[in-house]
């Protein structure tokens, strides 16, 4: 089923948390961020917070030992896990940073499930200090995306990108994400698409607000249990259509069996 490309937003999709927010917390930097929050753009910030953690003394392992007890539903990783093994194509979209997910992935045996991480860079640098840097340059210039993204992400136009990268043939897009910044990705998605936003979350209500705008089809979801369920009996769905589609193409035609040879109804015998 590679014809199906599952795209999955990480932070509260994927994992239960915001990573940035709980990298932070837990290190007990949750002030320091707040107090900087109002003065930079947020991956900026995330930047920053890495420098002042490398300057209170705190190692990348102390990062990764937070990153490993990053809170998961225990349904999602066998979600995962089974549509990549029906052969769907995975991939995520994210605005948390290449280091906490391929972290977390690796921390989870899911690593290799995804053909594609789009987010942005995370690396230790010579210092030994986690730098984060924006997916989209914004001091050279905007994304050019009008809506409701941050400026150094917009998902919509890396949707795209996947659209346009996809050979010819019927192929069918799931979109799973929570954010504001899922919205924009979930207006380009066509009709043969699904987008599920996870219900009572911010793209929830962007989308409730005029689901008419939504060319994809809805399906809302509350937690991992649901996230398992719904993604799973949606691959079933696409996969029995396009069984069905080939059935009819190959312009087979059933048998005409003449009612004569049909097996008589017999009465039952008292
Ligand atoms: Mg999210
Ligand atoms: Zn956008």
């Known amino acids: 089923m590679a014809d199906i490309i599952v795209v999955f937003d990480f932070d509260k999709t994927i994992i239960e948390c915001d990573s940035d927010n ?22 900026s910030l995330m930047d920053r917070m890495m420098k002042e953690l490398h300057e209170l003394g705190k190692t990348i392992e102390d990062i990764v030992e937070v990153l490993k007890r990053t809170p998961i539903h225990p349904r999602v990783v066998p979600a995962i896990t089974a549509a990549h093994a029906l052969g769907c194509d995975l991939r995520i979209v ?31 640098d010579e210092e030994g200090r986690l730098r984060i840097l924006p997916f989209h340059d914004f001091n050279k210039g905007s994304h050019g995306c009008p809506g409701l993204c941050p400026p150094n992400m917009c998902k919509g136009v890396i949707l795209e990108r996947i659209q346009a990268s996809l050979a010819e043939g019927n192929k069918r897009l799931i979109y799973l994400g929570d954010g504001v ?28 607000k005029n689901p008419l705008l939504i060319k994809a089809k809805i399906h809302e979801w509350t937690d991992g249990e649901e996230l398992e369920k719904i993604l799973l009996s949606l691959i079933e769905t696409i996969s029995f259509e396009k069984n069905a589609a080939a ?13 004569s040879a049909l097996p008589k109804v017999l009465p039952v015998q008292q």
């Open 22 to 43: 709980w990298v932070v917390e837990e290190l007990g930097y949750t002030d320091l961020f707040n107090q900087l929050l109002p003065t930079m753009p947020w991956n």
């Open 94 to 124: 994210s605005d948390a940073n290449l280091f906490f997910i391929e972290t977390i992935l690796e921390h989870l045996g899911l690593r290799d499930c995804f053909s594609e991480i789009n987010t942005n860079p995370g690396f230790v």
């Open 247 to 259: 059935f009819i193409s190959t312009d087979y035609r059933l048998p005409t069996i003449p009612v």
């Open 181 to 208: 910044g899922d919205y924009c990705p979930s207006l380009r998605l066509k009709e043969a698409d699904f987008v599920m936003p996870r219900k009572n979350f911010p793209v929830w209500d962007l989308i409730s």
